[in-house]
């Protein structure tokens, strides 16, 4: 691919406050955006210049909307990923980075494949298999849906025996994998750009703290134990992203431990502890994102401030809304949702120095 010139189209498949981050970064650097999501009116869709409303099931209806942009890519992992296979070379990234990423099972087994640790753990398919989980995992557990499990969503722990059941109806009796529950001292991330030519850029690591599976706020510098342990981890994320062929932005999830970094997960695409690098770094990932997948020179990601901090507004946080505006140097992201449910992420504030 050449460089994408101004005035070209790029297509988001998904409709969400990571879309709408995009189209803004878009808007800024000379393109239009087109956003497909199956929902009325989503938050990217007041961004772009032209929103269509279709099923991520419905394959004409991507094809058609593949044929008015110059590239795609998406803001979303749980997206069927058959009907996306029509749209070839012009989805960036490709279709294999999103389906290792929904699969936890096939996301574990190829981390492990490629030199990542990951928690111990075992597929869980049918009821029998929850027999050997005492002896294979031990208690506590985490049992999480293979599939469509997101900010601690489709995840039940268990703490004896005598759960084990009730966990897995309460995931529905999906498809699962059981987890050890791991003793870590922090969370963390690394974000790392691939472009087609593979260079490849990396942020500094974020420490990302979490209450109820729902990230809630990332910092940096991200302090000890995680900065002793970040080089390792940033090895992990570039031979990941490499190995998958992943172009654009990609999260790997890290719990700091006493054994070293541990994989959590792997989202391929921009992610929530990334939103302090809109103002915190010279080039953010939205930006870097769209010069990946646009084939431009990597942007720098270096810091502009020595600390910055994340906070997101989750629920009702966002009624501090015009608080957060008073106070200077807090700079204020809403993302248009109309309705402040508990555990809904309605927008985000950053702070430097
Ligand atoms: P996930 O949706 O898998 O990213 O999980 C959301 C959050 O739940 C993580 O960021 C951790 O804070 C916590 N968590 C998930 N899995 C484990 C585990 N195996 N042990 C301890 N905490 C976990």
């Known amino acids: 691919m050449t460089p994408l010139p101004p005035g070209s189209t790029i297509g988001i498949v998904g409709g969400g406050q990571l879309g709408r ?23 990217a869709s007041e961004s772009a210049s032209l929103y269509v409303c279709a099923d991520y099931q ?29 749209m070839g070379d012009k ?22 494949e490629h030199g990542g640790t990951v928690a111990n753990w075992r597929p869980v398919s049918e009821t029998s298999d929850l027999d050997g989980l005492e002896e294979a995992i031990g208690f506590p557990l985490v049992l999480k849906s293979r599939r469509l499990g997101y900010d601690g969503k489709g995840q039940a722990w268990v703490r004896e025996k005598g759960q084990l059941m009730d966990a897995w109806e309460a995931i529905g009796r999906e498809p699962a994998v059981a987890e050890a529950a791991v003793d870590f001292a922090a969370e963390f991330s690394i974000l790392v750009a691939r472009r087609a ?14 209450d109820g599976g729902i990230l809630r706020r990332s ?29 654009g932005v990609m999260a790997v999830e890290f719990f700091a431990t006493a054994e070293g970094p541990l994989v959590n997960e792997i ?9 302090w690098t809109i103002e915190g770094s010279q080039c ?15 942007g720098d990601p270096a810091l502009v401030s020595p600390r910055v901090t994340m906070d997101n507004l989750i629920g009702s946080d966002v009624d ?4 957060l505006l008073a106070e200077p140097g807090a700079h204020l992201h809403l993302y248009g949702k109309k309705e402040a449910r508990p555990g809904r992420k309605m927008g985000h504030v950053t702070r430097l120095g």
């Open 320 to 323: 501090l809304w015009a608080e």
């Open 284 to 298: 953010s990932q939205f930006e870097q994102h769209l010069r990946c997948i646009a084939d431009l020179p990597l």
């Open 21 to 43: 981050m995009l189209c803004l970064a878009a808007q800024r650097m000379g393109y239009r955006t087109h956003v497909y999501a199956p929902d009325p009116a989503p938050p």
């Open 58 to 86: 419905n394959s004409d209806a991507l094809a058609a909307f593949a044929n008015e942009c110059d590239v795609v890519t998406y803001e979303f992992e749980n997206l069927p990923v058959a009907p996306l296979e029509a």
């Open 91 to 112: 989805l960036r990234p490709g279709t294999r980075s999103l389906a290792i990423a929904q699969d936890r099972a096939a996301e574990k087994r190829f981390i492990e």
């Open 197 to 210: 030519d593979d260079t490849l850029a990396v942020w500094n690591a974020p420490r990302n703290i979490h």
């Open 267 to 275: 989202a391929p695409r921009v992610h929530n502890s990334g939103h």
């Open 219 to 247: 910092e940096v510098p991200a302090g000890e134990p995680v900065e002793e342990q970040v080089e390792e981890a940033v090895a992990i994320a570039c031979r990941l992203a490499q190995e998958l062929g992943h172009i």
